[in-house]
Each structure stands twice: as structure tokens, then as C-alpha cells.
């Protein structure tokens, strides 16, 4: 008997009001420091930048290429080099840490295709892998376009002529 | 030197999109999408080429530089063919980069065990 109101007593400490959970929970989660994180964003991305910029100029110097012409290549080799880590598990770690500094780049775009592929792959190639490839990187091709379709209509009625 | 402004300009773009994270508490899809949109509107101004040429892959590596190749591919077409260009020439630049994606993440899901 004595055991049970002791029992009672314990669970009446823990018992707290939602709001006051929340003050509670807010006070024990860890700081998540803006600053840290845009430092660890810029040092991974610029860095991640600074590998496109070596490969564009080995393409410009091996291949003679314009910088134009050596941009395509180069966005396929960044986009190779993704999968490649993606699918040793190295992309994902690195992802923890650097946050947007390894999911702006064009190296996170692929990421997210290719873990979306692989998480899927279960599923079958069809189903799986086909229909879900898209899932995080559909959203940056439907704004992409859409948006390029209105500043395309946008210079059409302002007579533009594109540039 | 174009080394260094790749660095910086790349991170400083990075910068924005973790902003975007932290500060505006939006999802990695939102600010994917959002930063897409800027860079479309960027080059809309014709204000991406400029970005290029002076940082090279700092501005061709961030996910911005999906929007300007969406825009110019469309702007190109629409100077050359006249007002179809606006459809027809959305992907024309891109085509390297969303074919690459696509085809390099297939082979990896049938010649990856998936783990756990």
C-alpha cells in the first residue's frame, strides 16, 4: 500500500502541464548555434565549390574547353562523384555536419536522388526506385521550370528577344 | 584567384541556404526550391553570367546555377526559334546535369546492397 502512494508520488513529480513540458524539453536541447552552423555551411560549400573549380580548369586545360563548354562536364563529374559517396554511406555523414554547406551545392541535389533511389530500392526497380528518385529533387524541377518559364514569358512581353 | 572567389562566393551561397534552414526554419525542399527560384530570377536580370564569370564554379556548382541553365536555356531558344523557345528550350542547358543524376543514381540503386 505504502509502495503504490509512493508510486503515485513519483508520477506526480513527472506530470506537468504540455506547456510546461515544452519550457522543460527547450531548456535540455542542445544549442544549436546559427553562427557554428553557417561556418561549418561555408567551409564545406566553398570547399565543395573549390573541388568544381579544379575540375572545370582540368577540363579546360586537358580538353581545351571555353568555361562554358567545360560547365556541363563538370556538373556530371560533381553529380558522379555525389553518387559515389552516397553509396558508400560517406555523403550522408558528411551531410550531418556541414547541413546546407553539402545540400546546396549541385552535389546535394544528386544526393538526394541517389539516397532516395537506394532507400527505395526494396521496392522494386519500377516502383521503387523509379517513382521515388524524385521525391525531394521534383520540387526543385517543378519551381526551376515554372520559374523559367515566366521569366521567359516575362522577356517574350518586354520584347526582350532573350538577350 | 578564381579559386578563391569560388570558395567564397560557393560558401557565401551555402551560407544563404543554411539561413534559410535556422533562421527561417524552412525544410531542405523548400529552400532547395526557394534558391532555385532566385537564381531563375537572377539570370532573368541577367545578373548570373556576370556571377560566373567572375567565380566560376562557385557560381556553377550551387543548386542557383540550376535555375540560371533553366532561364537561359529558355532564352537562348526563345532569341532563336521566337516564342516555342520559352517551352522547348527550358532544358536544353540542363539536360548534362538532370541525365547524369538520373542515370549515375539507377546504377548505383542496382549495384548498391541497400544497408539496414
Redesign the interface.
Known amino acids: 500500500m505504502a509502495t503504490a502512494k509512493n508510486g503515485a508520488g513519483r508520477f506526480d513529480k513527472m506530470a506537468m502541464s504540455p506547456k510546461e513540458y515544452q519550457v522543460y524539453a527547450k531548456e535540455k536541447e542542445p544549442p544549436?548555434s546559427?553562427l557554428g552552423?553557417?561556418l561549418k555551411?561555408?567551409?564545406?560549400?566553398?570547399?565543395?565549390?573549390?573541388?568544381?573549380?579544379?575540375?572545370?580548369e582540368l577540363f579546360m586545360h586537358l580538353m581545351n574547353m571555353t568555361?562554358e563548354q567545360a560547365?556541363?562536364?563538370?556538373?556530371?563529374v560533381?553529380?558522379?562523384l555525389s553518387?559515389?559517396l552516397?553509396?558508400l554511406?560517406v555523403y550522408d555523414k558528411l551531410a550531418q555536419f556541414a547541413?546546407?554547406?553539402s545540400?546546396?551545392?549541385?552535389?546535394?541535389?544528386?544526393n538526394?536522388?541517389?539516397s532516395?533511389?537506394?532507400?527505395h530500392?526494396?521496392e522494386g526497380?519500377v516502383l521503387g526506385?523509379g517513382g521515388n528518385?524524385f521525391k525531394?529533387?521534383g520540387?526543385?524541377?517543378?519551381?526551376?521550370?515554372v520559374?523559367?518559364?515566366f521569366?521567359?514569358?516575362?522577356?517574350?512581353i518586354l520584347g526582350t528577344?532573350?538577350? | 584567384m578564381i579559386f578563391l572567389w569560388a570558395f567564397l562566393v560557393g560558401g557565401a551561397i551555402c551560407v544563404l541556404g543554411q539561413l534559410m534552414f535556422d533562421v527561417l526554419k524552412l525544410t531542405p525542399a523548400h529552400t532547395m526550391a526557394t534558391l532555385v527560384v532566385i537564381g531563375a530570377i537572377v539570370d532573368g536580370l541577367d545578373l548570373y553570367e556576370p556571377l560566373i564569370k567572375f567565380a566560376g564554379a562557385g557560381a556553377t556548382v550551387p543548386i542557383t546555377s540550376f535555375g540560371n541553365a533553366l532561364v537561359h536555356g529558355a532564352l537562348t531558344e526563345l532569341h532563336s526559334q521566337g516564342w516555342i523557345g520559352v517551352i522547348s528550350g527550358i532544358f536544353k542547358v540542363t539536360s548534362a546535369g538532370i541525365s547524369a543524376a538520373i542515370i549515375f543514381s539507377f546504377l548505383a540503386a542496382l549495384v548498391i546492397r541497400p544497408k539496414g
Open positions: 544549436r546559427i552552423n553557417c555551411a561555408f567551409l564545406v560549400g566553398g570547399s565543395i565549390c573549390l573541388v568544381g573549380q579544379a575540375v572545370t568555361p560547365s556541363n562536364p563538370t556538373v556530371a560533381m553529380i558522379l553518387v559515389i552516397t553509396s554511406g547541413g546546407a554547406g545540400a546546396v551545392p549541385v552535389t546535394g541535389f544528386a538526394s536522388m541517389c532516395a533511389a537506394l532507400e530500392r526494396s526497380l526506385v528518385m525531394l529533387a520540387a526543385v524541377i517543378v519551381y526551376g521550370t520559374a523559367a518559364f521569366v521567359g514569358i516575362a522577356h517574350l528577344g532573350g538577350q
